[in-house]
């Protein structure tokens, strides 16, 4: 826990087909009584904290504690829990899942996820389980859409670098976080960036757009 303050439990809203409004509202009555704590993108969402669709946004970080910035404004703490009724209400896809449940992991708070039952704590994680499933899942998709070998056509040039929002390490995000809020220059963020991609290597200017243009979307 940050801090000595106690451990809260959260609700974090977003509209989905997968899991409607109304029903993530019943759910979150019934676990997260006091709608002060109820966050998240929708209307549902109480004001005072930031509004955002994205969960990873609504943690307090270490960048924002370097800042002198206010924990008000990210109220997730280390050792709290966060419930969502659904997978899909972490993000539309599964890598941008993934993301989110390791950003839960590696900042010591407790996602839960109530369709299939899911918690990360101390006492019992399944975390590794969960992105392991992920990756199969992942893995079976791109098998399935990858052309066969006698309809495909060799591109020349390098091999795709597989750099995503949502690839690069939790001190990446942040540092695209801290540029999309003004904080630093379009220059200093893309110089930050270098190692905090999957292959540790600098990004170009475009790259750097559209890593911006995915957390904007991811955001919207």
């Known amino acids: 826990m940050k801090g000595g303050s106690p451990m809260e439990k959260w609700w974090f809203f977003r509209d989905t087909k997968d899991a409607k409004i109304d029903e ?4 979150a009555e019934q676990l997260v009584p006091d709608r002060r704590h109820w966050l998240g993108g929708e209307p549902q969402a109480i ?7 994205d969960l990873t946004e609504l943690i307090y970080s270490d960048t924002e504690e370097r800042l002198h910035k206010p924990s008000a404004d990210r109220p997730i703490k280390k050792g709290d829990i966060v419930y969502v009724s ?10 941008a899942i993934q993301g989110v449940i390791r950003t839960c992991h590696s900042s010591g708070v407790d996602l839960r996820i ?3 039952n899911y918690q990360d704590n101390n006492e019992h994680s399944d975390f590794a389980l969960l992105n392991s499933v ?16 006698n309809s495909e056509k ?11 929002y949502w690839t690069l390490t939790q001190d990446g995000r942040n540092v695209i ?3 999309v809020n003004g904080l630093i220059s379009f220059n200093n963020a893309r110089a930050k960036l270098t190692n905090k991609t999957p292959d540790r290597r600098s990004v170009g200017e475009k790259m750097f757009q559209r890593i911006v243009r995915e957390y904007r ?4």
């Open 24 to 27: 993530q509202r019943k759910i």
């Open 47 to 53: 004001p005072g904290f930031r509004f955002s669709r």
């Open 86 to 95: 659904h997978l899909y209400v972490l993000a539309s896809e599964i890598p």
């Open 114 to 116: 109530t369709s299939i």
């Open 134 to 149: 992920l990756n199969q899942i992942s893995a079976h998709r791109k098998r399935r859409n990858t052309p066969k070998p």
């Open 154 to 164: 060799r591109k020349p040039g390098r091999p795709s670098r597989n750099v995503h």
């Open 177 to 179: 976080q801290d540029y």
């Open 217 to 220: 979307s991811e955001k919207d």
